[in-house]
């Protein structure tokens, strides 16, 4: 009998992102905020980062993934220079969409956590597709 071969995309893939805040990544520059912390979209973005990261090296050709969801709760003031720690996990397959727990550390605090969903999609289509709407 033959083996089946694994599925490119299963849970348990982890990827982390690290990120040392600069100028550009405060809420005072991304206009979410007028503190100089680091900013929400960028802890965003940053958690993002790392869900693609963890399924990158699996991606099976052609395919990519888009983000869905998004629910974070970002829990504490991070000033520039300090270095922050995105993780990613990838918790549940179902058919295409992922979801991914994530994490946000300076040290041991934690920043932010949340869940992230995307869906996997075949690339090109997906252009395709979007450029017949605009």
Do not use: C, N, Y
Not at 95 to 108: A, C, K, P, S
């Amino acid at each position: 009998m033959q083996e089946q071969p694994e599925p490119p995309l299963v849970p348990g893939l982890t990827a982390r992102v690290e990120l040392t805040v600069a100028d550009a990544d405060t809420a005072q520059a991304m206009g979410s905020g007028d503190v100089p912390m680091l900013g929400t979209p960028r802890v965003l973005a940053l958690a993002e980062a790392a869900t693609v990261a963890a399924t990158a090296i699996r991606m099976p050709p052609g395919s990519t993934t888009v983000g869905v969801r998004v629910e974070l709760e970002h829990r504490a003031a991070t000033p520039v220079g300090r270095t922050v720690i995105a993780g990613a996990r990838l918790a549940k397959v179902d058919g295409r969409r992922l979801l991914f727990e994530v994490t946000v550390t300076d040290g041991d605090e934690i920043v932010a956590e949340g869940r992230v969903e995307r869906v996997l999609v075949d690339r090109q289509r997906f252009l395709d597709r979007a450029s017949e709407v605009s």
